[in-house]
Every structure is written in structure tokens, then in C-alpha cells.
């Protein structure tokens, strides 16, 4: 059977890869088969990857929410995007959930030029100037490009804080941080001058989607029953995480939203289970 | 009386803005008024930004070639993209004339990574790394990112040769070639780091626009007589420049590019009487 890709492409539809990315997102191994197995027999006669990843989604939704949550959660984070919530806004949250002080849109001064920084974040005496890179599509990857600028003004301030007398604007530490992969060459070349990225599965061990999850830090976008229109609405009443939403009673956060009804009660319930369900996957 | 812009803005039309313009272009100083009345007139009711710059190339025409092909120099070398001839080629062809030794697509050893330069140039022994950014939208602008990540390949890839015995691999310039202006920030930044600029108006004596028009080796796309479609073929028969396509007779035109007719004939007419009648307006 083929599934055909956003790109219009064909590719024969693996059954392998599908379980392979449910023991990824901590489905217990009993189940991967059993899920598997359903989502081929509910395609329908020319399925497409989106069709494959919503039957995935309403299984896994029934079997393991926080194992959904996970295999949503890069989906999650682009539709932040179209809510008008920033990306880098949604990472200082992360970040400072991890014991970071963290400050957005700061102005720093280069040797050569001004520079705003995204963020700059503290902890145990050491500042970090941050650079966001946010793509909206999966398959756009960080390039060296982005390492390559991102290091440049990192040398930039660098030097002039070395011509300043003690020292009191250094930065210690540079970071990359986004929501796709990067290249091989932008891993290979911010390894050799010191440059940290943080990004969908880089570093294996605290990569962007396992920080997020080892703390819940799941964004309300992951949840299934809500939609655009509700995210936005629920964002600019304050609620950006999904531990925001499950920490509130259904009455105050319909008083704070002016919303009601089935829809809300869903999401809250969803929220919840989450919440409460969810086992770290560490 | 107001114009619509591409953006869809409104803005009051400016009998000045255009004047200077065609000053720049090098119009002669009787002339300008003239132009700028008959363009006034002839607009319709309800005029965009793209009908002023068609009366004004029409009026042109009639009046002073050279100007007109200055005129339409930057909208000519956006139309490149679309024919599929490739802005690096089109710069290799200017530096070319200007005795560089020009060799496309170079892989270069970095320290770190290894990098892909869109072109290398050689005049009285200096060594020239260049980057070409091709935008294909006047509105935008070359900024600091680029200015940054250019030269941050620069350092990686010199960080290589002086590690090397004999350093027969060195670079002694760094450029950055563009097709549209930079940002104030992007050439402040070059100018600290000693990034040579080379884009639209800047620098202001040797700019992408006056080394194009000093030896005239403008695009074909620049005649106002072609249209895309004539360009794509004339380009694949190996005519991109004005004054490859002004020196070959008729007969060998139609030949090689198996076309003929009027449209061939009109074209052919008004390359050469730009060669012929252009004069360098340094």
C-alpha cells in the first residue's frame, strides 16, 4: 500500500517505521503491534501521511495519552506558530522550568554592531546568549548557515566585552535553538567551535522534545479535541501549557476565557489526563 | 492623485521621487520634466506602482535607450531567476570583464566543516571568496544574518589554510555579492570586519549597478521587447548578455536559437541600439 506524502511523492507504507516511532514516544511494547496493525486496516484506499498520523493519534489517544502527547508534539510546537504565540517565548518557559533566569529581546553590544538577542539565560553564574530558530514546516531543517551567523555574533559581542574593563557583559556560553533537525554539517560545525544546539532529537540525551516531556512542559497545542480558533483563544488568556489548563477548575478558566460548553470541558478533561497520566519517559 | 503599490499601500504619487530617478539613470536634465509630465498624464484613474514604472520605461524607450535599460537594470536581473540562469553565473560573467579569473562552485576545507563557495575570484594574485545572495523581490533587503554567516565561513575556512605549511589555499578577501540593497546594520557590520559589500547602490562608486553599466553588460532581460518566455530560449542558446546577442547577425540569431519572426527581429533591433547608442554614464 502507498501513502502519499505532503510533497505529493508516493512511499510504500512501513509498518516498521510507524512502530518505531511509537516505542520512541514510550508506547508500551505490547501495545506497538496492536496499533500498528489497526491504523493499516483503518486507511482508506489512498491514504495520505496525514490520514496515517491522525489514526496513529486517535489510537494512541485511547491506549496511552502521554505516548500520544509525545507523537504530537513536534506538530504541537509549529502550531504555536499560527496562534501568534513565539517560539522563544514558549523556550524561556522551558527553560526556566530547568532553573534558567531568563530575560527575551535583550539588546547586546557587538564590536562591530548592535545585536537583539532572542534570549539570554543564567544559572549557577554562567550567561548564555540564546538564538530562536523556528521553521513551520517539518521538514525544513536548520543549515549551517544558522550555526554559522549565530557564532559570528556570538564572536561579535565577544569582543566587545574583552575590550571592556572588568568584564561585566560576558557571555560564556552560545546557543542554537530549534524546532526541526539541523543539518549534519551545523551539528558538525557548532561541535568544533563550541556552540550549543538544542533541537528535535540533538542532543540524543536532552534533546528539545525530551526536556520538554521529562517535565511535562507540553505545549496546549498537543491536545486533540481542541482547534486553532480555541488554542488562540485559550493563549491569550494566559494558557500556553498544557499544566497551565489541567491546574485551573473548569469555572475559573471559563470566567478568565468567556468560553463554555462541550468544547471547553473536553480540553480541560484532556488536559487533566495528561496531567495526571503522564509518566516521564527518562 | 495616489498609487497603488505592490503591497497594496496607497501612496501619493511623486512627480520628485521619479525625477531623481531618472536623473540617476542619467536622463538628460531637459529631458526629465518632459518624461514625468507624460507619465503623469498618462495614468489611469486608479494607477499602481507597476503601471508608473511601465509608462515611464515606454517614454524612455523613445527618449534615451541607455537610460531606459538602466531603468529596468534592477528588475531585469530579478527576471534572471525565472529563466533559470543562475545570479552566480551572471556576476561571474561582470567580474569576468573586469579581469578576475572567475571559477564556479569551489569546495573549500574549513577547520570545521567543509564549505561550498558559489564563486572564486583571481586578480594580481589576491584570492577572493564570494558569496551571492539573489533575492527575487526589490523589498528585500541583504541583512546582517548573511553579512555574519559569510564571513564566519571566511574565518573557518582561513582557520584551515594557516594551519597548513605554505598556505597555498588562501583566501585574501571575503565578499558578499547581492542583487538588492543590504541593511544599514549589514554594512556596518562589513565595514568593522573588512567584508567586502558588493549589492544595489552601495558601495556608492563601484555599486552592482555602475560596474554593469560601465562596461554595459546588461541582461538580456533588460529589452523591452522580450518577454519571459523569449528569454528562457535565448538564454539556452547561450545569449544572456545584451552584447551577445547585439554582435551575432540575424541570420546566425535565428539559427541557433531556431527561432525567427518578428519578435526575434524586434529584439535583436533593440539590443543593438543599446550597445550602439549607450553611453557609460560615469
Not at 45 to 67: C, F, G, M
Not at 88 to 99: N, S, V
Request: hydrophobic share 40%; aromatic share 8%; proline share 2%.
Amino acid at each position: 500500500m502507498y501513502v502519499i506524502k505532503a510533497s505529493g511523492a508516493k512511499e510504500l507504507f512501513r509498518g516498521d517505521k510507524l512502530a518505531a516511532t511509537l516505542k520512541r514516544v514510550g508506547l508500551a511494547k505490547a501495545k506497538i503491534e496492536e496499533v500498528v496493525n489497526k491504523v493499516k486496516l483503518s486507511l482508506s484506499r489512498k491514504p495520505t501521511s496525514h490520514e496515517v498520523i491522525e489514526r496513529a493519534l486517535n489510537y494512541l489517544q485511547k491506549t496511552d495519552v502521554a505516548a500520544a502527547a509525545r507523537y504530537n508534539l513536534k506538530r504541537a510546537i509549529m502550531q504555536l506558530g499560527p496562534t501568534g504565540f513565539p517560539f522563544e517565548q514558549y523556550i524561556a518557559r522551558l527553560l526556566t522550568a530547568y532553573g534558567y533566569d531568563v530575560v527575551t529581546n535583550v539588546q547586546a553590544n557587538g564590536f562591530c554592531v548592535h545585536h537583539e538577542l532572542d534570549l539570554v539565560a543564567k544559572k549557577d553564574g554562567r550567561h548564555i546568549m540564546i538564538e530562536c530558530k523556528f521553521h513551520n514546516s517539518p521538514g525544513l531543517r536548520s543549515d549551517v548557515k544558522t550555526a554559522l551567523y549565530t557564532w559570528a555574533r556570538f564572536l561579535d559581542i565577544k569582543k566587545a566585552w574583552e575590550q571592556e574593563h572588568g568584564h561585566t557583559k560576558e557571555f560564556h556560553e552560545a546557543w542554537l535553538v530549534t524546532n526541526t533537525k539541523c543539518t549534519a554539517d551545523a551539528i558538525q560545525y557548532a561541535r568544533c567551535v563550541g556552540l550549543h544546539i538544542l533541537s528535535w532529537r540533538h542532543p540524543e540525551e536532552n534533546s528539545l522534545e525530551k526536556l520538554i516531556d521529562q517535565k511535562k512542559l507540553y505545549p496546549i497545542t498537543v491536545l486533540l479535541s481542541g482547534n486553532q480558533m480555541l488554542f488562540s483563544k485559550l493563549i491569550r488568556a494566559g494558557f500556553v501549557l498544557v499544566a497551565d489548563l489541567a491546574k485551573v477548575n473548569l469555572n475559573e478558566l471559563s470566567r478568565r476565557t468567556g468560553l463554555g460548553g462541550k468544547r471547553l470541558y473536553g480540553i480541560h478533561q484532556e488536559a487533566q489526563a495528561l496531567i495526571k497520566d503522564s509518566s516521564p519517559s527518562t
